[in-house]
């Protein structure tokens, strides 16, 4: 039972960086029917730039835990999301009118350049968080001692998700989001201005990105220069799961890919962690390829 | 109020609109009539600038239209209920009544909501409904007041009668000579030719691109060319 709970919320807490990351392919997917093959990276950017400040700047040391934190997690957002607003200026906007395989293969382009200027500036050696960022306290859940971080990264996975549900649903310009998202021409001629939806996506979807790649490199420790392949590519999966273009379909998507892992990982073998994931695909795309979530709300966003 | 001078359109390479020259006046209502590919759709998404101007000059009371975005006319008061409605299905009614009114910022006053209930209750006991589970009428209903709730000068309609039965044909015209005499200016594209020309004040025929005949709707209606090319008499 220790063991299952253990793994429980192991996989919610992978699962939520699963999410955050899922929720950027998902909303670009939405409005523009692209998968931005870029945004692993902009996950890894979110990693080095966390890293960049609470380990290089020491900015719990200077600031304090909690403002240095939260100093550090506004931050990294933002700077994510103005790589993720310049990415969209230079990579798709002058592709906009294009044939859908040019902007594919720009994303594509888009991702090895990153991939490299990060090495670039950071190295290609692994670097690591330090384990003493923040306190090494533990909270104990049904009799379980539980690293703290591990509660710190599900809850505020959970709190951007929420936030982002209510934007999406119950503000005008969330509106206007899901509007494009169904019909572009159609949203236009409500006197939407569908470029400034796309921009906003495109600074929203990475900065919850940046955000993930910090949260993955306080909870796990080291980072390298091409971790956003494979948290990309696990992050892509959750999202089909629940319904590419769906918003909730992401979020829950991304938490049952972790659970599905941690729990592959402990009952089956740890060998076949990143396999399960991508059995779980194949499975999803031959039997369910519109995702979990029911056609009528996958196409809601 | 609206004056095209010489529009040319053209998709890609091919020049679907070789020279449209029309006015509309305050207060009019004034259709189009043509056969399929006549360039009366293009005409329409060229004034809401969904499709690039290739030459030629779109006026709306004294500005230039033709180089604006597609939400910036709206903002000037043009407002297009496009062919086949296309309504945000998976949206409610009253989300899709909001999204109409998205060019007024703030709060969306109580009397464009009354003014769209007034003409259409059936749209207010399904405010709650998904937009797309509605029936044929109801959903074109609900473009039409969706359209409405940005207050439109100018109210452009594309096919409003489309797929649907005669007797909400004509409750669906009626409903819009309502809007006009409430002050709006209607521009009616229709296959349906014999009640737009009923309904109109005066007509423009195209035909592949051209603009082939303009006259009063009455004259219209009793020109033999028109009439055996699309009154079927």
């Known amino acids: 039972m220790d063991f299952f709970i253990q793994q429980l919320t192991n996989g919610l807490t992978v699962g939520g960086i699963y999410a955050l990351i899922a929720l ?24 080095y730039i966390g890293f960049t400040l609470l380990v290089t700047f020491n900015f719990t040391g200077l600031f304090g835990t909690v403002i240095g934190l939260g100093f550090s997690v506004i931050l990294v957002s933002c700077l994510v999301a103005v790589a993720g607003h310049l990415l969209e200026r230079v990579a798709y906007r002058p592709l906009r009118h294009s044939d859908r395989l040019a902007a594919v293969v720009s994303a594509l382009g888009a991702s090895i350049f990153l ?47 929420f936030g982002l549900y209510i934007f999406i649903n119950r503000t005008r310009t969330g509106m206007a ?8 021409g159609a949203a236009k001629l409500m006197g939407i201005d569908v470029s400034r939806v796309i921009a906003l996506v495109f600074i929203i979807g990475p900065a919850l990105g940046g955000l993930a790649g910090l949260m993955a490199g306080l909870l796990y420790g080291p980072i390298n220069f091409n971790m956003g392949q494979i948290y990309g590519l696990k992050a892509f999966t959750a999202a089909i799961i629940g319904g590419i273009g769906n918003i909730q379909g992401a979020m829950v998507g991304g938490l049952l890919l972790g659970l599905l892992e941690s729990m592959g990982a402990a009952y089956i073998s740890v060998a076949w962690k990143d396999g399960i994931t991508f059995m779980v695909l ?10 979990l979530l029911p056609e009528r709300v996958a196409e809601k966003l | 109020m609206l004056e095209l001078k010489d529009l040319k359109v053209a998709y890609g390479g091919v020049e679907a609109l070789h020279g449209i020259t029309l006015s509309v006046k305050e207060g009019e209502i004034v259709t189009i009539l043509g056969a399929n590919g006549a360039g009366k759709s293009t005409t329409l998404m060229a004034v809401s600038g969904l499709v690039p101007v290739k030459s030629g000059e779109i006026c709306f009371q004294g500005e230039r239209l033709d180089r604006l975005k597609s939400h910036a006319v709206v903002e000037k008061g043009i407002t297009q209920v496009p062919e086949g409605r296309r309504l945000f299905g998976s949206m409610t009614v009253m989300e899709n009544l909001k999204l109409g009114a998205f060019t007024r910022k703030g709060a969306i006053g109580p009397q464009y909501l009354d003014r769209v209930f007034s003409l259409f209750p059936r749209l207010e006991e399904r405010g709650h409904q998904m937009a797309g589970t509605l029936s044929g009428g109801e959903q074109q209903m609900l473009a039409i007041g969706r359209a409405l709730m940005s207050d439109p000068k100018l109210l452009l309609l594309d096919e409003p009668s489309l797929g649907l039965a005669p007797l909400l044909v004509k409750s669906i015209f009626e409903t819009i000579k309502s809007i006009n ?24 025929v195209l035909d592949v691109g051209y603009l082939v005949l303009e006259d009063s709707a009455k004259n219209l209606l009793n020109n033999p060319q028109v009439k055996d090319a699309y009154l079927g008499a």
């Open chain 1, 282 to 291: 194949i499975v999803i795309l031959v039997f369910r390829p519109t995702g």
């Open chain 1, 115 to 161: 991939q490299n200027a990060i090495m670039l500036k950071w190295g290609a050696q692994r670097l690591a968080y330090k384990p003493n960022i923040l306190p090494n306290v533990s909270v104990n859940i049904f009799g379980q001692p539980m690293p703290f971080i591990r509660i710190l990264v599900f809850l505020v996975a959970v709190f951007v998700m």
């Open chain 2, 181 to 204: 005499e409430s002050g709006v200016t209607i521009v009616l594209v229709e296959q349906n030719a014999r009640a737009a020309l009923k309904l109109a004040d005066r007509g423009y």
């Open chain 1, 177 to 184: 989001i899901r509007a494009a998202a169904i019909d572009q």
């Open chain 1, 24 to 47: 950027g392919y998902t909303m670009v997917y939405g409005v523009m029917k692209l998968i931005n093959f870029a945004h692993g990276e902009l996950f890894t950017l979110g990693a």
